[in-house]
Structures are given as C-alpha cells and as structure tokens.
C-alpha cells in the first residue's frame, strides 16, 4: 500500500472543517448549473458562420459533448482518488508539481472564474435591459474616465446590476453551504426547464418545412461562411478543420465550468462516489440538451437566419418566431434565471480552490480559513471583489467609438489556456498510474487509456489551430499564465520565511 504523502495526511484534515451537505442531486445541479449560462442562446450563430454547414454545425457540438463528457471521466478517476477541497488545483499539484497548480490557481482567479463571473453577471444585466429599458450600458451613472487611449472605466446602470448580482451572490454564499445549495438547485431546475421548454419550442411549434428542407436537405453544404484566413474557407477539408477547432472556442466556453465540482470536494457526501458521478451526469445531461437545442435552432429557423440572428440572439429569434411579440421577454426571463444560477454556481465553487491553495501557502493567509458558518468566506469576498472590478473596465475602439468589456477580452485570451490545464490533468491521470499505482482508486475512467488519449489529442488537435489561426486571442493566454511565475516566486518564498 502506499504511504500518505504530506499533502494527503494534511488535507485529510483540513476537509474535515467542512459541513458535508452536497447530495448526488446538489453536487449535479452544480455541474449542470456552471455549465448552462448564457452561450448556448448565442454561440451557435457564430458557430454557423465559421461552419458554414448545418450537419457540421451540429458534429461541432457534439465534438464539443465527447471531449466534455471524456475529460469528466477521467477528472472521476482524478476526484475519486482525492476528494480534496481545492479539486483541479490539488490533481496538479499531486500529479506534477506545486508551481503547475498554482499556475493553475493563479489563471482561475485572475481570469478564468472572476472573468467568467464578470462575463455572466453583465449578461444577466443585459437582458434585464430587454424586460426594463432602464438598465443598458450606455446609460451612465459614471461616464466613461479615459485611463489610456484604448481603455476607460465606467458605472452604466447594466453594470450597476452585474456588480449587485455578484455582491448579492457573493454575500448569500458567505451564509453557509445550504443557502448556496437552495439557490443552485432551485434555479438549475428552472432553467434546465427553460432550456428544455425552448427545445420543445422549436421542435413541437417552431417546425418549418422549408427550414427542415434547406438545412436537412443539403446537410452538409456550406454556405454563408466567412473566411477563416486568406484564402481559407470551409469549403476545403483543413479549412473545415479549421473552422471546428476555432469554433470550439465558443461551444467549450458554453460548456466550461463542468469541473468546478471537484473545488467543493470537503463539502460533498460520500465524494468518492459522487463526485465522479456527479460530472458524467450533468456533462452527459448539458450535452444532449445543447445538442437538442440546435436541432430545434435547425427545423425552425433556415442556417441563414441563425448566421444573420440580430446580436448573435439565436434562442430569441426562435421564440419570436414561434411567439410573435413576447418571444424576445420570455428569452429574456429566461436567460436571466439561467445567467442568475450560473453565477451561483461559480460564485460557490471557485473559493474553495483559493482555500487550498491558501493553505498551502500559495495565497492570501486569510483565504485558507472558514467562517462561524463554515465556508471560506474571505475567499468569497476576494473573489467578489476582483470579478467587481474585472465589469468596471471598458475597452474603446477610437475608430467606431464603442465601448466594450475587458473581461471579453480576457475570456477569449484565456480559453486556450484554459484548455492547455484541462489536458495537462488528463495527462496527469496516467502520470499518477504509473508514481501511485497502488493508491486507492474506487473508480477508475472508464477507457483509460483510449478515451483519455483520444482526449488530450482532440484537445491539442484545437490548440493547434487556435495558436495558428487565432494568435491575437491565444497567446496572451499564456501570457497570463506565465505571470503567475514570478508570483509563485514570491509566495513561496514568503511561506518559507
């Protein structure tokens, strides 16, 4: 048998400072509630113009299923083996070394998590404003405060409402696990209910011969491309590989945070068997109705309507179709119960990772300890505080004088980083096979070594591409990541003093 390393004996008992209350049901409607925010109301437009195709539009998402569904089976065996607050961070740290799970800390709080907060509170914000006028961007309580020529900090009254959202969140979750737990699984249910009454929407009422003609029959027939490079288009078998692998950017985004679980691992009953099946139900749950999704996108409306959808607004141009009239409010209403929940969901998850890396050493002290209610409520504050920040900058373009969001920016410079850490812990998985082939292991990944393979090649297939043919947006990622050296650095030497 083999022995306990330090870290094991060491965080062993710092989970026992947890209140355990995550069931299988609670700890699937985190998965699926982190998972199901904003994008998949809106992605597929974009998606359709890269593809160009409707058959291929919906292989992407598929794709974008199995690679999800393949990486939770092996983060199951990963989760099953160490059910540690702290999850992802931990997996690296075990797996490899310290630095790579503090670099993955670093990325996940610098960007990923507080991003992804920022991102999804400003959409619940914006289509607040479709249902109250009042709420917009470019209405200001502060105006816009030029910091450099391309960058400004502003208050509109949309971000006024994505900055309550997260203060109100982030308050809720210092109250203990149960409130958390109440509000992600009452509005996980409603909005998988949302999700679902869209598909029927589409499928039952929406159904239009002449769509389900012109898209089922020339399925795989590209048509309203863009062009991908020069010269580059979808017509072609690598351009077609390469228009897949960018557009994963947006159908991955849409189903990230499905490892956020695995952070809450000391507050989940029973782990070593929740935890694992916890993120193959939710990933296997959110893959069939992304996909059904776009099916219903596919009988109601002709593939170049979805390209054209005004802002990107795909669910809602179906609603309005099948809803003349109050289509545009009920997607709202919907998307504001499903953005409302996704925050939860983040809000929840993403500080019992600073936790560990806080006792470790490797972050503020104050963030490794819990509150009278047992949760890590620094971090939570923390959290809240720099995801605040992240929605008061704005980016400005001199030439057509719009504002944009910075967090924008950072997402789309971060999501092959993001993707890099997901492969890296999948590799990890056979790293641990072969340094702790004797440690426990109640579930092993289903496959392995196949599925976990197929994985990280799929995964390295799009990185590829993403580097090559999105370089503005990719390689500041690593940018970031690199960042966190020096950090590590310091924090090091300073738990060392």
Known sequence: MLTPTSADVRDAGLDSEFRRGLGLYDATMVVVGSMIGSGIFIVSADMARLIGSPGWLLLAWVLTGVLTIGAALAYGELAAMMPRAGGQYVFLREAFSPLWGFLYGWTLFTVIQTGTIAAV???????????????????????????????????????????LLIALLTWSNTRGLEYGKIVQNVFTTAKTGAL????????????????????????????????????????????LFVAIGIAQTGSLFSADAWNNICFTAGEVKDPRRTLPLSMVLG???????YVLSNV???????LELIQSAPSDRVATLLLNTVFPGIGAAAMAAAIMVSTFGCVNGLVLAGARAYYAMARDGLFFRRAGELNAARVPAFGLVLQGLWAVLLVLPRTYDATTGRYGNLYSN????????????????VAGLF?????????????????????????????????????????ATTWPGLAIVLAGLPVYLVAKGSARA
């Open 121 to 163: 509170a400003v959409a619940f914000a914006r289509f607040t404003g479709v249902l109250f006028p009042a709420v917009a961007e470019d209405q200001y309580l502060i105006a816009p405060i030029h910091v450099t020529s391309g960058y400004a900090l502003s208050l509109s009254t949309a971000q006024l409402v994505g900055v």
């Open 410 to 425: 950072l997402l789309d410079y971060v999501i092959s980083a993001a993707l890099i850490f997901y492969a890296l812990t």
């Open 196 to 239: 679902v009454a869209l598909i029927a929407a589409g499928l039952l009422l929406g159904w239009n011969a002449e769509a389900v003609s012109a898209n089922f029959g020339n399925l795989w027939q590209p048509r309203g491309f863009v062009e991908l490079a020069p010269g580059l288009t979808a017509v072609s078998a690598f351009g």
């Open 431 to 471: 790293r641990l096979r072969v340094t702790r082939p004797d440690a426990p292991r109640p579930y092993k990944a289903l496959g392995y070594p196949v599925i976990p393979a197929l994985y990280i090649v799929g995964a390295l297939a799009i990185l590829f591409v993403l580097f090559a043919y999105r370089p």
């Open 296 to 302: 219903a996108y596919l009988v109601a409306l002709p």
């Open 283 to 289: 990933t296997a749950i959110v893959t069939g109705l």
